[in-house]
């Protein structure tokens, strides 16, 4: 019944059908670490606060040039080498505090909450993106400090807050089978962890460094994480980061056998412990090589292919934030109807890029309760199956003796 008497004609709009979902940013990089501000203007120095860097020029002005002990310099100059990328860095190198670089503790970043005021800092500070910036980094790297397994145990917690990927080196001097052994109950490095969140990389890079007129060596994980941001704008999220030519590198810290048709090559030996690793061989260049998160080999689930886990991701967060426009309009068959329709469209779109197989969304009244309606709560399915990459290929080959009958016919 109107509210009011009325003696003529009326309008009313009402807001019917889909509404437009737009998909998360992806090539977004998190890095923590040290730089040296006290090289930068006044008005570039930061610490503790996730700073927003799109080239080179801007990494130069807030964080300063590539300086011996400073992590940040040095990482972002192997992101954008790679051709493309966001990052959002996180400094904890804080002149009022510490004395020099080697000061920084591995408490300095993983970071805290302060209680009082409630500012985060190192990794936790990361956690601050979106209402900074309006997105979360979707990689996450801490070089050279991720190396230590209480800093890997945090970008694991820290990707599972925020629906990231952390990438993580080995030590540096690791060999093969510290690496691999890494894996079990009785490693000691940092790479017995089992998350789908986590990506470890094995060995360093090798990169000719023109002030020294040498070649030196660098931490895989910014490589790959630069690797990663190129892939995801060229190609797609959905696409695998391995066989991509890693650029600005001459080598590897220790030289791997790489054979594509090996099973008991280093490379697969590595990629069967669910350790990326870099494949070289004759005339291939030096590519990233793996396709498995840490969760490989104890999970045989889909999620366990980094795209796949990336992919779900992506979906999730971009169907949850356009929500916001349908939260606490009444409950009716028309806004069921629309949400249905929005995620529906949404998914088709995915599956016109190639970025899902097939999917869809419903309601389904059996898990919708009276009483859950009747509270202001709803459920929805989304089903959805992204693409596997074609981590192995396999002919069966015979020799066909009848194929003789075909001599002199042609």
Known sequence: MPASFLHGVETIEVQK???????????????VGTAPINTVGADYKTVNQPTLILNEIEAAKY????????????????????GAGIVIVVNVFDPSVHTSVADVSISDI????DTITGKRTGLKALQDSYSLFGYFPKTIISPVFCEESSVTSEINTICNKIRAMGIVDAPAGTTVQEAITGRGAEGTINFNYSSERLIFCYPRVKVYDSDSESYVLEPYSQRLAGVMAAKDIAKGYWWSPSNTEILGI??????????????????NALNEAGIMTIFNSYGSGLRTWGNRSSAYPASSVPTNFINVRRTADIL????????LQFI?????????????????????????????????CSYNPAKNSTTEIAA???????????????????????????????????
Do not use: W
């Open 17 to 31: 059908g889909a509404v437009t979902i737009k998909t998360v940013k992806t090539a977004v990089i998190g890095l």
């Open 63 to 82: 964080f300063g040039e590539e300086t011996s002990g400073f992590t940040i310099p040095q990482a972002l100059s192997a992101i954008f080498d790679q």
């Open 110 to 113: 993983i970071g805290k909450v």
């Open 250 to 267: 001459t080598g590897i810290e220790k030289q791997l056998t790489s054979m594509i048709n090996d099973p008991s090559s280093e490379v």
């Open 316 to 323: 999730h967060e971009s169907v949850e934030y356009s929500m």
């Open 328 to 360: 606490d309009y009444p409950i009716s068959d028309g806004l069921i109807d629309s949400i249905c329709e929005s995620v529906n469209a949404f998914i088709r779109t995915l599956i016109g890029r190639g970025a899902l197989i097939d999917g869809k």
């Open 376 to 410: 202001g709560h709803l459920v929805f399915d989304i089903e959805f199956m992204p693409p596997t990459p074609a981590e192995r290929i396999t002919f069966e080959s015979f020799i066909n003796i009848e194929l003789l009958k075909n001599l002199g016919s042609k």
